[in-house]
């Protein structure tokens, strides 16, 4: 089956500085990829997903997600982060029509 | 507006006692999901129904059980053989089997006293 790691536990970045979170998937045939966000005890939301074609996928809130096949990674990236970014982020692949996650990874912006 | 709703949002439970959570969509989709949440793990997959009155476990569906009498229902139990039951649940759907245009209820925190 196949299975995401995110690497990063938390990340702490700066109001108006770049975000990156990284995703790497297990080895199989091209993966769906999915990355959803958390708001704290709220339920998740689809930021972006990936099935094929244009390796850079563009999201909603800004965000965006560039599949690299090399690196089996599907990382997550915005320009400029806002403080509402604050959230949980999950990386997800498909598996037998079902989703499976990764362990999340926490961001939290500083003004 | 059609979503998921979960209920109740915080639930407490005796030891020993089994406990029944609320999922409720009425977007018309055929297929819901049971996950678990717990800090540092992700979701992991209780339960899943692809369409009425069928289901079938998921990776940690021990001590839970589940039932799929109406399309727009799939409440989710947790039972008194489920060793470990405090944590945050979610319920999702989608339009059908292999779309994954999920859609996610607000979700349940479970706690055990």
């Known amino acids: 089956a196949q299975s995401v790691t995110q690497p990063d536990i938390h990340i702490t970045v700066s109001e108006g500085a770049s975000l990156e979170l990284r995703c790497n998937y297990s080895y199989g045939a091209t993966p769906y990829l999915f990355w959803y966000v958390q708001s704290p005890g709220q339920g998740l939301q689809l930021l972006l997903k990936y099935f094929s074609g244009d390796t850079l996928v563009q999201g909603i809130k800004g965000f965006e997600a560039e599949f690299k096949r090399s690196q089996s990674s599907f990382n997550l990236r915005k320009p400029s982060v806002h403080w509402s970014d604050a959230a949980e982020y999950f990386c997800a692949v498909a598996n037998d029509y079902k989703l499976s996650f990764g362990a999340g990874t926490t961001v939290t912006v500083r003004a | 507006d059609g979503g998921i709703t979960q209920s109740p949002k915080y639930l407490f439970r005796k030891e020993g006692q089994n406990v029944t959570l609320s999922c409720e969509q009425n977007l018309n989709h055929d297929a819901m999901y049971w996950y678990r949440q717990d800090p540092g793990q992700g979701l992991r997959l209780i339960y899943y129904s692809q369409i009425v009155n069928d289901f079938q476990k998921g990776d940690i569906a021990e001590g839970y059980s589940v039932s799929r009498e109406k399309k727009e229902s799939f409440p989710l139990t947790v039972t008194s053989a489920q060793k470990n039951p405090t944590a945050f649940y979610l319920c999702?759907?989608?339009?059908?089997?292999?779309?994954?245009?999920?859609?996610f209820g607000s979700g349940t925190r479970l706690t055990v006293v």
């Open positions: 999702a759907s989608s339009v059908q089997q292999g779309s994954y245009g999920y859609t």
